[in-house]
T-cell receptor, first 110, second 113 residues
């Protein structure tokens, strides 16, 4: 079992809808999680990180962490076509070392 | 402020040749990471350095791969000899020691024929 798992998608949502991206992890000791966005042919770009249980909001993005259930989610409100990308979830199994999920491809249609 | 700089952006080589990928981290960052990304396996950590010292190379696939960081502003990833299965995008990332936020370079797309 991979340490961080994501549905590869694609997840298709219409413009203006809420996109919900999910990630599960196996290491109960993981304390922090990161969401990276990767456009086709480009490098991963950090968009959110979360260290504690609950929600963290930043503009149209909300990260949610549930340590008891071992899942992390990313909600994108008012989705735009420019949000179409692959979203990578990452968690540290140890100090500094990140393990990435394989990513969920999001398609936002106009 | 310049980000992580990688070169070359594209590399096409023949099987058996030596390949050297280069990375310049963000100034002031003292942790450097090398990743490989493929469709099948996603983004995998190969090796990372703190203060120019290799900390974890457990992701290096085999002895054909080696990485060095001779100073705080430069690192290389070398593949010798290269094989077609090494074809991938190789990313370099940097961060502050003690910080988990990693910033990625633009990547090097390697094709081994």
């Amino acid at each position: 079992q991979k340490e961080v798992e994501q549905n590869s998608g694609p997840l298709s949502v219409p413009e203006g809808a809420i996109a919900s991206l999910n990630c599960t992890y196996s290491d109960r000791g993981s304390q922090s999680f990161f969401w990276y966005r990767q456009y086709s042919g480009k490098s991963p770009e950090l968009i959110m990180f979360i260290y504690s249980n609950g929600d963290k909001e930043d503009g149209r993005f909300t990260a949610q962490l549930n340590k008891a259930s071992q899942y992390v989610s990313l909600l994108i409100r008012d989705s735009q076509p420019s949000d179409s990308a692959t979203y990578l979830c990452a968690g540290p199994p140890g100090f500094q070392k990140l393990v990435f999920g394989t990513g969920t491809r999001l398609l936002v249609s106009p | 402020d310049a980000g992580v700089i990688q070169s070359p952006r594209h590399e096409v080589t023949e099987m058996g040749q030596e390949v050297t990928l280069r990375c310049k981290p963000i100034s002031g960052h003292n942790s450097l990471f090398w990743y490989r990304q493929t469709m099948m396996r996603g983004l995998e950590l190969l090796i990372y350095f703190n203060n120019n010292v290799p900390i974890d190379d457990s992701g290096m696939p085999e002895d054909r791969f080696s990485a060095k960081m001779p100073n705080a502003s430069f690192s290389t990833l070398k593949i010798q000899p290269s094989e077609p299965r090494d074809s991938a995008v190789y990313f370099c990332a940097s961060s502050l020691v003690g910080g988990n936020i990693q910033y990625f370079g633009a990547g090097t797309r390697l094709s081994v024929l």
